[in-house]
């Protein structure tokens, strides 16, 4: 019989998923596990904060349709990790988080007083798919696997294992065999029956105006082809949400920005019968409720998810379909290529044509500001620049209050899943991982990360990490020296007449809403990084040039009008979300 330890167990279980990457802090509680992952070639990938591990290992997910597997320590570490794991669990993200605690003795329940402890199951289980404490050696194997069937199952999210020291440690004298995921958990898709596939063809062929409404389900099964394929069989318009957005890239005729946001309102009023894949309809896609939306009486919808809680969750369904949209997606390509000739695509093809123009004059009406070349820069010249320099196929992460908002109105999606942000949480700093984690998934193309200078503050220790990794990130910090969004929210609350005529109130008129600031090119060239500073939008492009020639990582501190950045485009939108919409 050999000697392993838990942690051993651990890391050769996460060696048999196909883990590569492990995002964390190390430390003497569970030496036993990282020590192991180091010996069988998984690489730890270390922040300085660890609610930065899991944003990386969300991002990391996301972009590669892997497992992303985040650690951290007892006490402190887990204290520290809970607001990316409450985030990456909202986002809809495959985390594996795992935890050192203390020894079974004195926790579980908490003997009173013990070091470097608290009830980290009880606090994570209420932020998480699934948080266990392994009791004791013996059942570390089997709640491995159950952990891990739990990541594969349902909507993605975060699962938590949560080790004592003794186990991640301890030696014990046993031959562990290690499964194969296939012997533990799912591991294909499930796929549609064919029969919902055939009445789901004949609902679409038949309809007048059929949309399709992808959500983040459709970028977790990597369905872009054959999204693509139907939308272009049945001539339908394909709106998203926020965190699907390019899901079919936005140059394509059928493609519905998000962020114009009236015509995405007037496509979904239109239509009587939507497909929505992949998707739950939450508050920021308006519940799927009128007037955003056509009211249920008129408007059918097939839903199609490979979570079954979240079938006909909030819009009463037609058709709801358990499975995984790339397969649904695949099965009705092959069904309506077969019966295409049933389709009259004439009058969905002039209802498109339509739309294109209004896409286009809202865009257009959008762009008027890049004449401006007013210095400090007005905010749209950021992510519009930006989408010049950057390769289709680098990551944007938006981040930040009004300037997430601004690098949301001025940037196309054009590559699928190429868009990161936090759509449902709105977590100021969380981009700065979630850019660092998208190097680690994509080291072939430099990562766009524009941040407010709020947001940037949270977290701008990890330009080292970038530094240190060799991650290729340029951080483009919008500097307004305020927290934009919530100022300009704020002198509307106190003086709305006065807001409206002068712009913006007086230092003294507002409350707690001004920053300092922050020199972020020096205290990235503090970090080795490179670092630059620039106030003219004609500057911009050949700043961008260099910091991403630097070939490392970089910063360029933007300054902005911080009058002209409150007054972000569509902001009216993002307040009406904070209401209960008036239809069904
Ligand atoms: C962690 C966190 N704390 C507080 C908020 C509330 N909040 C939303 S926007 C915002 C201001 C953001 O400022 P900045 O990042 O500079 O972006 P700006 O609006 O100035 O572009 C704040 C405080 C939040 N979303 N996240
Ligand atoms: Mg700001």
Known sequence: MTETSGGEVLARMLQAEGVEKVFGIIDGTYFGFYSNLHKLGVEIVTPRHETCAAHMAGAYARLTGRLGVCMASNGPGVANILPGLAVENAEGNRVLCVTSCRRPQIVYPDRGGAYQSFDQVGAISHLAKWSKAVVSFDRVAELGRTALRNCWEGRPGVVHLDVPETVMNGKFKA???????????????????????????????????????????????????????????????????????????????????????????????????????????????????????????????????????????????????FADARLFLAALAERLAVARDRVNTDPRRRKVAKYREKIAAERAKLDEKLADMSVPMNPAHVAHTCQQVFPPESVLVADGGNAAVWAMMFSESRVPNCMLSTFKMGMLGAGVAQACGA????????????????????????????????????????????????KMNQQFMLKPLKTLVRKSLGPDETIKADLGEIRFDDLARSMGAHGERVADPRDLGA??????????????????????????????????????????
């Not at 709020?454 to 990490?465: D, I, N």
């Open 439 to 486: 190097a680690v998934a994509r080291p072939d193309h430099p990562v766009c990360c524009i941040i407010g200078d709020g947001a940037m503050g949270f977290h701008p220790q990890e330009v080292e990490t970038a530094m240190r990794n060799g991650l290729r990130v340029v951080f483009v910090v919008v500097c307004d020296r305020q927290w934009g969004m919530v």
């Open 543 to 584: 700043a961008l040039e260099r910091a991403i020639g630097s070939g490392r990582a970089a910063v360029v501190h933007v300054d902005v009008d911080p009058v002209k950045h409150m007054w972000a485009p569509g902001l009216m939108h993002f307040k009406d979300m904070h209401l209960e919409p008036k239809g069904k």
């Open 175 to 321: 031959d562990v065999p290690i499964w194969q995921p296939h012997q533990y958990r799912r591991t294909e898709p499930v796929a549609p029956p064919p029969a919902q596939v055939e009445r789901a063809a004949a609902m679409l062929a038949e309809a007048e105006l059929p949309i399709i409404h992808a959500g983040s389900g459709v970028v977790h099964a990597g369905a872009f082809e054959e999204l693509r394929r139907v939308a272009e069989l049945l001539h339908a318009p394909v709106t998203t949400s926020w965190a699907a957005r390019g899901v079919l890239p936005e140059t394509n005729e059928l493609a519905i920005p998000m962020p114009l946001i009236s015509v995405n309102n007037e496509v979904r009023n239109d239509a009587d019968l939507v497909l929505v894949v992949g998707s739950r309809l939450g508050e920021t896609d308006w519940w799927g409720k009128a007037p955003y939306w056509r009211r249920p009486s008129e408007q059918q919808m097939i839903q199609v998810d490979a979570d079954g809680h979240v079938l006909g969750a909030n819009k009463p369904a037609a058709l709801a379909v």
